[in-house]
């Protein structure tokens, strides 16, 4: 029988159920955290990831907020850095995300890994708002159906990767955070059923004129998903794509700006506002580190567009 995850509370720092020598890793974990943090993290994955292989295998039970538990296996590179109380993960999506309380939305969380915006996004403190957690890879699905069932299934879960068009593929990939179905496949990868966001409307899953957030975290098939999804980006949509920091052409936001109907929007560190972009040079300056990714937004929606400059206006109040 595996063991009880341990419990750490992000809100009061408290550790429960861990031994030793798990208290003992946890402290290297946020402290390593805390040091690679001045350089975007670089090495932090690989360093708890060989942590990780000193610990018995068990689970931690992440409380993000009172309504919120995300659990994932203790020493997990790419998720303990929750461990560390100042880190702000995606901090561009969460804050959109909780400006946006108020906004009768669904949540199309594509990619969504062991589903951390489902759950935040579904619970209490974040308006309780309908999510579908969609996610291809047979090693990260049951993590995120395990989330879904410790958060009393408020969410939905599908097993499929998100492509232009409705059909299979092979997805590939050492690294759960990393799964692809654009990578090399000559170790053979796994087959995985693709559906277009399209397809969502098609099968009933969601309706053509509802409002929507749709994180897009699908590792080098974003521009294929943006393809198959049409309809559903005429609707009162947000898009979120994350850029890597390794190209340097661009070419996420350079499809939104100069082949769809959307407004491509990033957030801006300098004033940390939500900027509409007409000049992609911007992103040579936000995008200093190669190693990481960095969220972009497109919407065609006029109600977003509102959304978005009421936000940017909240932001410049606050720093005056």
């Known amino acids: 029988m595996a063991q009880a995850p341990i419990q750490f509370d992000r809100a009061s720092g408290a550790l429960e159920g861990a031994n030793l020598w798990e208290r003992t890793a946890a402290l290297a974990l946020v402290t390593g955290a805390k040091i690679s943090s001045h350089f975007s993290h670089m090495g932090y994955i690989a360093c708890a990831n060989l942590l990780a292989k000193t ?189 890597h920091g390794s190209d340097r052409s661009h070419a996420v936001s350079r499809y939104i700006l100069e082949q769809t109907p959307m407004k491509l929007i990033v957030l801006d560190p300098r004033t940390n506002r939500l900027e509409t972009v007409s000049d992609l040079s911007i992103l040579d300056r936000i995008k200093v580190s190669t190693h990481v990714g960095y969220n972009v937004f497109g919407t065609a929606s006029a109600f977003w567009q509102d959304r978005i400059n009421a936000l940017n206006a909240k932001t410049t109040r606050r720093m005056q």
């Not at 949540?107 to 309780?128: E, Q, R, T």
């Not at 499929?160 to 299979?168: D, E, H, K, N, Q």
């Not at 009162?236 to 994350?242: F, P």
């Open 55 to 243: 610990l018995p295998k068990r689970n931690i039970a992440i409380k993000l907020n009172p309504d919120a538990a995300f659990e994932f296996p203790y020493g997990d590179g790419y998720w303990s850095k929750l461990l560390d109380r100042s880190y702000s993960y995606e901090g561009e999506l969460e804050l959109l995300f909780a400006d946006s309380i108020d906004v009768d939305y669904t949540l199309l969380d594509c990619g969504a890994n062991y589903g951390y915006w489902s759950v935040l996004v579904s619970s209490k403190l974040f308006g309780a708002h309908k999510a579908i957690a969609i996610e291809p890879s047979g090693q990260n699905y049951p993590k995120l159906a395990n989330n879904s069932r410790i958060n009393g299934n408020r969410f939905e879960t599908m097993k499929c990767a998100i492509g232009a068009s409705r059909g299979t593929a092979r997805l590939s990939g050492t690294k759960h955070e990393a799964f692809s179905i654009a990578g090399d496949v000559s170790d053979g990868g796994e087959e995985v059923p693709v559906l277009a966001l399209d397809n969502l409307i098609d099968d009933g899953k969601v309706s053509a004129n509802g409002k929507y957030l749709i994180k897009l975290d699908v590792e080098g098939v974003e521009i294929e998903a943006i393809k198959g999804g049409a309809r559903l980006l005429q609707a009162d949509s947000v898009i979120m794509c994350e850029e």
